[in-house]
C-alpha cells in the first residue's frame, strides 16, 4: 500500500463520525485508564486458549496455502501487528475477529470450515480483508466500552442503542472496502454475497455478476424503510453489494489503484453512499408510525414546556420515545420545532395528531395517555396545569370518562411508583 498514505483514507466517512460520537457520548477518553487499570483479569489469552483447544492454527507446515494467502492480504493493508489466523470446525458460514488485550498477544482471526470449503481463493481474500479492517479501525474497542458500561445491552438508553445498532452497520461498510483492497475484482466480492444469500455454490448455478447487479439494482429500486431490518446487526446484502460497487468505481479507489501519491477524500462517493445510508436509518415507515412520531414530539413540547421550563428529564424521557421512530430524535424535534414555530400551529398538529392515530386504530388512546402521564411526571413533579393539560386531552379527545380518567392517572403514580422531588 505504499508508505504515502494508510488504509484510514478508505474508511467510511459516517462510520468514523459516528464512532467518534458514540465515544464522546459515553465519556471513552476519560474512561479509558480506568478500564485499563481493570484488564488485570483480562490478561490471560483467553480466546487464543479457547481456538487453540478447539480449532486448528493456520501455520505455514499445516495449512500453507491459507497461511500464505492471510499473509499476503495483512501485506496488502500493510498492517505490521501480529495476527494469528485459526479454523474452527462449523459448518455455517461465518469468521470473526478478536482484538489483543496488550501488545504481548496476537491478534486473532477465526474462521469457520464452513466458510473455508465453500469460498474461492480470492472470495477468502475479501473476508480475511474484511476480518483485518476490523482489527485495524479496532472496533472491538468501542465494543468492549460498550460492554462494560452496559452489561445488558436492553437496559441501555433506546437513543444510545439505535446510534450502535446503525454504527454496527456502518462498520461492516468500512470493512468490506478494506475486503476490496485486498480482493480487487467486484465479481469475487459480490459473489461472497450471493453465497450468503443462497447457502449455493456457484457449480449449482449460472452465476452472471452482471445480472446479479441488475437483480441488487431492481431490489434497491422498490426498498422501503421497512426493508431495512434496522434492528439487524449487518446491512442486507442488498445495500452491502451496492456499496461495494461504489467503491470499486470511485475516484478514491481508482487514485490507489494508479498509485497516486496522495488519495483525497472523495465527494462524489460521499453523496452516493448518503442516498444508500437512508436505507439503514430508522423512519416511521407506515402513517401510523408518521403520526405517532409527529404526536410525541408535539405532545411531549407542550405538556413539558406548560410550565415554561422543559427540565432535562423531560427531554430525556421525550427523545427516548421519539427513539422508538428515529435515529436521530434530538434532530427531529428541532426541525419540526423551527419549521412550526408559532404555539397555535403547534397545537393543531398535536390534536391533529390524535385524531388520524383514533381514526387509525382507537386503542391509540391508552399510549397516547400514558405517554401524557410519563412527560407529567419525567420531572418528578407535578402542576396543576400539567394535569388539566392532560384530563383535557383524556375527556376531549381520547374519549375516556371524566372518572376514568382519574383512576387511570392515579393508577400510574402507582404503577411508576411515584417519587416526588425533595
Request: with cysteine.
Amino acid at each position: 500500500m505504499g508508505n504515502h498514505q494508510t488504509v484510514d483514507i478508505f474508511r467510511f466517512d459516517q462510520e468514523r463520525q459516528l464512532t467518534e460520537r458514540i465515544r464522546k457520548m459515553l465519556f471513552a477518553d476519560l474512561l479509558a485508564p480506568i478500564l485499563e487499570k481493570c484488564k488485570y483479569a483480562e490478561e490471560k489469552d483467553y480466546w487464543r486458549s479457547i481456538y487453540e483447544g478447539r480449532g486448528l492454527r493456520l501455520t505455514s507446515q499445516l495449512a500453507p496455502k491459507l497461511h500464505q494467502m492471510c499473509n499476503e492480504v495483512k501485506e496488502t493493508l500493510d498492517f505490521k501487528e501480529p495476527v494469528e489466523f485459526f479454523v474452527t470446525n462449523d459448518p455455517s458460514v461465518n469468521a470473526v475477529s478478536i482484538l489483543r488485550k496488550n501488545d504481548q498477544n496476537s491478534h486473532l482471526i477465526v474462521f469457520n470450515s464452513g466458510l473455508i470449503e465453500k469460498f474461492f481463493d480470492n472470495e477468502l481474500r475479501f473476508v480475511i480483508g474484511h476480518e483485518l479492517a476490523h482489527v485495524i479501525y479496532r472496533t472491538a474497542d468501542l465494543r468492549r466500552l460498550i460492554f462494560n458500561l452496559y452489561p445488558d445491552f436492553n437496559l441501555m438508553p433506546l437513543p444510545i442503542i439505535n446510534l450502535i445498532r446503525l454504527w454496527d452497520k456502518f462498520a461492516e461498510i468500512s470493512a468490506d472496502r478494506l475486503g476490496f483492497i485486498a480482493a480487487p475484482d467486484l465479481e469475487n466480492c459480490v459473489s461472497n454475497f450471493f453465497k450468503l444469500s443462497s447457502g449455493l455454490n456457484l457449480d449449482r448455478v449460472n452465476f452472471n455478476l452482471e445480472e446479479y447487479l441488475k437483480e441488487v439494482d431492481n431490489i434497491l429500486e422498490k426498498y422501503t424503510e421497512a426493508d431495512a431490518l434496522f434492528h439487524e446487526s449487518h446491512p442486507t446484502n442488498p445495500i452491502r453489494v451496492k456499496a461495494i460497487q461504489y467503491f470499486s468505481e470511485s475516484e478514491l479507489y481508482r487514485a490507489y489503484r494508479d498509485g497516486t501519491k496522495e488519495v483525497k477524500e472523495d465527494l462524489s462517493l460521499n453523496e452516493k453512499m448518503d442516498k444508500l445510508v437512508k436505507l439503514l436509518e430508522l423512519h416511521p415507515d407506515n402513517e401510523q408510525d408518521h403520526h405517532r412520531l409527529l404526536l410525541i414530539a408535539t405532545g411531549g413540547f407542550l405538556l413539558a414546556g406548560i410550565d415554561e421550563e422543559i427540565t432535562p428529564d423531560e427531554e430525556e424521557k421525550i427523545l427516548t420515545y421519539l427513539s422508538n421512530y428515529t435515529i436521530y430524535p434530538r434532530f427531529y424535534l428541532k426541525s419540526l420545532l423551527q419549521k412550526v414555530k408559532a404555539h397555535d400551529d403547534i397545537i393543531a398538529l398535536f390534536m391533529g395528531s390524535i385524531k388520524k392515530l383514533m381514526e387509525i386504530d382507537p386503542s391509540e388512546k391508552e399510549l397516547i395517555f400514558n405517554y401524557l402521564c410519563e412527560v407529567a411526571l419525567a420531572d418528578r413533579q407535578l402542576t396543576q396545569t400539567e394535569i388539566d393539560f392532560i384530563m383535557n386531552i383524556a375527556i376531549n379527545l381520547l374519549g375516556f370518562h371524566e372518572i376514568e380518567t382519574s383512576r387511570r392517572f392515579l393508577d400510574h403514580l402507582k404503577v411508576r411508583q411515584f417519587r416526588p422531588r425533595f
